[in-house]
């Protein structure tokens, strides 16, 4: 049986429309699924006492509603900042004295922490980073402590967000920020 040539036209147009509302349909859709998650919380602006940009500390935070600093002091000569976001650790940042009879170096003190790779170790030895953490030796011309050297140590848990590029920028301007500080100035 033969169809009409308006039928059968009427039918791709009807087939066109609908093809048409479907695509748009799904476009609409996705769109609105892949726009990135939000923070609702402001990103601070110092870290464990250190006032940083929070353009630094950014990168590594997820979203979430709520962020919070928590200090500690788990042994002598460690100070430890949290950051977690919804309750979940994001980062955790350590200003630590070790002994100079322990020979620490960036690498040994970056064995010492979970997500602290050396993938990258400078040219002078002075500090190693990856995506996920840092150790870096604080240039102190008078430290706090004699016969002791600072490190700052950054890490990064499987719930933060790594980054390589801004994890050298963060550990570099708390390092000198660090050096700064009273734990450069001995108390005489």
């Not at 087939?15 to 769109?31: D, F, Q």
């Not at 801004?166 to 050096?179: D, F, S």
Request: charged share 20%; glycine share 6%; proline share 6%.
């Amino acid at each position: 049986m033969e169809q009409h040539p308006l039928t059968n036209s009427r039918l791709n147009e009807r087939s066109w429309w609908i093809a048409t509302l479907v695509t748009a349909t799904l476009a609409l859709g996705l769109t609105g699924c892949s726009g990135e998650a939000e923070r609702a919380y402001k990103t601070p602006a110092s870290l464990c006492g250190v006032s940083l940009g929070s353009e630094l500390l950014s990168p590594f935070l997820p979203p979430g509603s709520t962020i919070s600093v928590v200090p500690s002091t788990p042994v002598d000569g460690t100070e430890r900042c949290t950051v977690r976001v919804d309750g979940e650790s994001a980062m955790v940042a350590s200003q630590e004295w070790w002994d100079e009879a322990s020979r620490a170096t960036p690498q040994k003190v970056a064995s010492a922490h979970a997500h602290v790779e050396p993938d990258h170790v400078s040219e002078d030895g002075r500090h190693v980073y990856s995506s996920r953490g840092a150790a870096w030796k604080v240039s102190c011309r008078e430290p706090q402590r004699s016969k002791s050297e600072l490190f700052i140590v950054l890490q990064i848990p499987e719930s933060g967000n790594p980054n390589e590029d801004a994890m050298k920028k963060l550990a570099e301007a708390y390092a000198q920020e660090v050096a700064f500080s009273d734990k450069c100035v001995r108390n005489n």
